[in-house]
């Protein structure tokens, strides 16, 4: 079953605006990731997030963690065509390190 | 490349078939996953391994489906008498399993199968 839920499920830009997506998730977890996938490819990491961190950057990503909401978000900034892709959220929890994903969320950023 | 290897990229079999699919983790990994993903859906656990050990398998995993670490470095998944139902990318990970509690998993470029 998925545990993560993405939000929105689809969204469209364009390059140069930032995308923000959200996960929420329903149970505690240790680690919260974020992946994007390009068309009938593998998984590529982005950023992890600990469930005692609250924010992280990286490049152009921001990753914010809200363990009382059970949420997350990911901010991509200046977004570049590029960046159109499928992102996933993903939780594990403390003592099992199997990965449950949310339904992914669809990044269209136009040029 | 160092990065987590999956093969074949591609597979097409007939109902019934056994199909057998082959993953190379990133090589000082010692946690190896499987996943499978359907159209639309996010990745879905089906197994790991901790070295040669397999810790956990998920309801999703019948009993058509067998996966193997020997040496625990690369590891097999093997479907026997395969249906339709299991046509899906086959997408293999690996983690350092480091004891800090990080678990970035490293994903290969899956295996698509697909059950005419």
């Known amino acids: 079953s998925q545990q993560g839920e993405e939000d929105p499920q689809a969204l469209s830009i364009q390059e140069g605006e930032n995308a923000t997506m959200n996960c929420s998730y329903k149970t505690s977890i240790n680690n919260l990731q974020w992946y994007r996938q390009n068309s009938g490819r593998g998984l590529v990491h982005l950023i992890l997030i600990r469930s005692n961190e609250r924010e992280k950057h990286s490049g152009r990503l921001r990753v914010t963690l809200d363990t009382s909401k059970k949420s997350s978000s990911l901010l991509i900034t200046a977004s570049r065509a590029a960046d159109t892709a499928s992102y996933f959220c993903a939780t594990d929890a403390k003592g099992n390190s199997k990965l449950t994903f949310g339904k992914g969320i669809t990044l269209s950023v136009r040029p | 490349d160092t990065g987590v290897s999956q093969d074949p990229r591609h597979k097409i079999t007939k109902r019934g078939q056994n199909v057998t699919f082959r993953c190379d983790p990133i090589?000082?990994?010692?946690?190896l996953y499987w996943y499978r993903q359907t159209l639309g859906q996010g990745p879905e656990f089906l197994t790991y391994?901790?070295?040669?050990?397999?810790?956990?398998k998920s309801r999703l995993l019948s009993d058509r489906f067998s996966a193997e670490r020997p040496k625990g470095s690369f590891s097999t998944l093997e479907i026997q008498r395969t249906e339709q139902g299991d046509s899906a990318m086959y997408l293999c990970a690996s983690s350092p399993g480091s004891a800090g509690g990080y678990n970035e998993q490293f994903f290969g470029p899956g295996t698509r199968l697909t059950v005419l």
């Open positions: 090589s000082e990994h010692n946690r």
């Open positions: 391994f901790q070295n040669e050990a397999q810790l956990e």
